[in-house]
């Protein structure tokens, strides 16, 4: 009758006449985000999402036009649990090359959580809120750091190539290479 979730089992939904519970987008992408987690971007489905949610696929079809639309949106949810998790942690009075650290460490740890959605989201030119909220937010740290309009602009595309280039090339598993790599940037740019 109603609706459970658990990690492990698909919500029940009773079936006839009017659906007691009426789905929303947030519910389709609520239901993908964990299999997106479990099994990256290539192995996800709209019939695997339906599954999860106890419904059929065509259900799922109208709240996304495709598989495509589904990941897209799916990626924007991943890039605004970056801005999160970014803006829960950082402190007002962090220092400008310790706030672009932060920020590009925290995009790291998430992009790794979801397997397959940095390279579907790098290679696009597709425009993103989510995005977008990251990068003022670096670039809002490249100007406490003393940088004007024009060199934090070029700072900032050196930062996402990279750390584009981390992301998408086989890279070690120590973050620190990382933080040691943008510090390095950060302060050959000083």
């Given at each position: 009758?109603?609706?459970?979730?658990?990690?492990?089992?698909?919500?029940?939904?009773?079936?006839?006449?009017?659906?007691?519970?009426?789905?929303?987008?947030?519910?389709?992408?609520?239901?993908?985000?964990?299999?997106?987690?479990?099994?990256?971007?290539?192995?996800?489905?709209?019939?695997a999402?339906?599954?999860?949610?106890g419904?059929?696929?065509?259900?799922?079809?109208?709240?996304?036009?495709?598989?495509?639309?589904?990941?897209?949106?799916?990626?924007?949810?991943?890039?605004?649990?970056?801005?999160?998790?970014?803006?829960?942690?950082?402190?007002t009075?962090?220092?400008?090359?310790?706030?672009?650290?932060?920020?590009?460490?925290?995009?790291?740890?998430?992009?790794?959580?979801?397997?397959?959605?940095?390279?579907?989201?790098?290679?696009?030119?597709?425009?993103?809120?989510?995005?977008?909220?990251?990068?003022?937010?670096?670039?809002?740290?490249?100007?406490?750091?003393?940088?004007?309009?024009?060199?934090?602009?070029?700072?900032?595309a050196?930062?996402?190539?990279?750390f584009?280039?981390?992301?998408?090339?086989?890279?070690?598993?120590?973050?620190?290479?990382?933080?040691?790599?943008?510090?390095?940037?950060?302060?050959?740019?000083?």
């Open positions: 009758m109603g609706t459970t979730t658990t990690n492990t089992e698909p919500i029940k939904r009773t079936r006839g006449g009017t659906q007691p519970l009426p789905l929303t987008r947030s519910d389709i992408l609520d239901a993908a985000m964990p299999l997106l987690a479990a099994h990256g971007v290539d192995a996800l489905t709209v019939k999402v339906a599954d999860e949610l419904i059929s696929s065509p259900a799922v079809y109208h709240y996304v036009s495709n598989r495509d639309d589904l990941l897209d949106r799916l990626c924007e949810r991943v890039a605004a649990e970056v801005n999160r998790n970014v803006t829960n942690e950082l402190e009075d962090m220092a400008w090359d310790d706030g672009v650290v932060a920020v590009l460490l925290e995009m790291d740890r998430t992009f790794a959580r979801y397997p397959g959605v940095a390279a579907r989201v790098l290679p696009t030119r597709r425009p993103s809120r989510a995005e977008a909220e990251s990068t003022e937010t670096v670039r809002r740290f490249l100007r406490q750091g003393g940088f004007d309009e024009a060199a934090a602009d070029e700072l900032l050196a930062l996402q190539h990279l584009g280039g981390w992301l998408l090339d086989t890279r070690p598993t120590d973050p620190r290479v990382l933080e040691r790599s943008i510090r390095w940037l950060l302060k050959g740019a000083q």
